[in-house]
């Protein structure tokens, strides 16, 4: 006879695999049925021809997606990684500045992202004198970014063990140079998993962008000229182009998950290789 504990044991266990079963299946699902339609919608000139009716290519839009991305997180990394150090390693408990900052970055988590869009076309676009452009698309995304990275780092650098900090002044290190060169190495696999969110966002943002980027079909020739990216270009292909469209958005997607992929390994190769060199 098996008992009660045993019984329930044994079926909150079935029930985790059967879970982890389904998130499984869900996951390969998405991902074979859209890279199958994608690729099999492939063509040569999608990706390398000359955008027009007939040909909607969608080179330039891998182009201004990667420009973003870099320009985007070059805004927003330094700035919330420096946040969440002062709020972890400088700011005083109960202190009503880290209050204000925290409420600022839980507003500006739960704000949505056509909203942003707004602001940015309206701020960046029209008061700064912008209009739709790389560089207003760059700074309205960087600020959706920042409560998301800042988050993340925070978390990251409390998981550092106080040893280290401790081992650090004991060898006579200043405050500065043990964040530096003891805290932020350590917490770098954390921080690094912060910036391939923050891409995964830039890379499927389209509210925001549809505002302040604009939807040009052009590769960009400076930070002032409209564009769009790939997430923009699928949706514009699905609204405008019929069956031809949802081909040419099955193999926008397809070149999506794939850029994704690719970068969170390189990613994740970049922060295992951190975190050995820290070790070592």
């Known amino acids: ?15 985790v695999y059967v879970a ?8 390969l699902g998405i991902l074979g049925y859209i890279l199958i339609s994608g690729f099999m919608a ?18 330039f839009s891998i ?10 997180l070059l805004l927003a990394a330094p700035v919330s990684i420096f946040c969440a150090v002062y709020l972890t390693e400088y700011a005083k408990r109960k202190n009503k500045f880290v209050a204000w ?19 940015g076309a309206i701020f960046f676009g029209t008061v700064m004198h912008m209009g739709y452009s790389i560089l207003t698309g760059c700074l309205t995304v960087a600020i959706m970014l920042l409560p998301v990275i800042i988050r993340q780092t925070e978390e ?16 006579g290190a200043s405050k ?26 830039i890379i499927g943002e389209t509210a925001a962008l549809i505002f302040t980027l604009g939807t040009v079909a052009q590769f960009p020739g400076s930070l002032l000229d409209s564009s769009r990216t790939l997430a923009v270009h699928m949706y514009i292909a699905t609204r405008d182009g019929g069956a031809a469209g949802r081909e040419v958005a099955f193999l926008t997607g397809a070149v999506l998950i794939v850029v994704i992929l690719l970068m969170n390994l390189g990613a994740s190769y970049l922060g295992g290789k951190v975190g050995k060199d820290f070790e070592n």
């Not at 982890?20 to 996951?27: D, E, F, H, N, V």
């Not at 998981?159 to 060898?171: A, H, I, K, N």
């Not at 500065?176 to 966002?201: K, Y």
């Open 1 to 15: 006879m098996f008992s009660t504990k045993t019984i329930v044991s044994g079926t909150l266990k079935a029930l």
């Open 20 to 27: 982890i079963g389904i998130t499984i299946l869900a996951l």
């Open 42 to 59: 492939f063509k040569p000139s999608l990706i390398f021809g000359k955008f027009s009716a007939h040909n909607p290519s969608m080179g």
């Open 63 to 72: 182009f201004t997606t990667c420009v973003m991305i870099f320009l985007t």
């Open 101 to 119: 900052i925290r409420l600022a970055t839980e507003t500006l988590a739960g704000i949505p992202s056509i909203v942003f869009g707004l602001f």
């Open 156 to 171: 990251a650098i409390k998981s550092v063990p106080d040893m280290y900090r401790e081992g650090s002044y004991g060898l």
């Open 176 to 201: 500065l140079r043990t964040v530096f060169r003891i805290v932020l190495p350590s917490a770098m696999p954390g921080i690094l998993s912060a910036v391939i969110l923050s891409m995964g966002r």
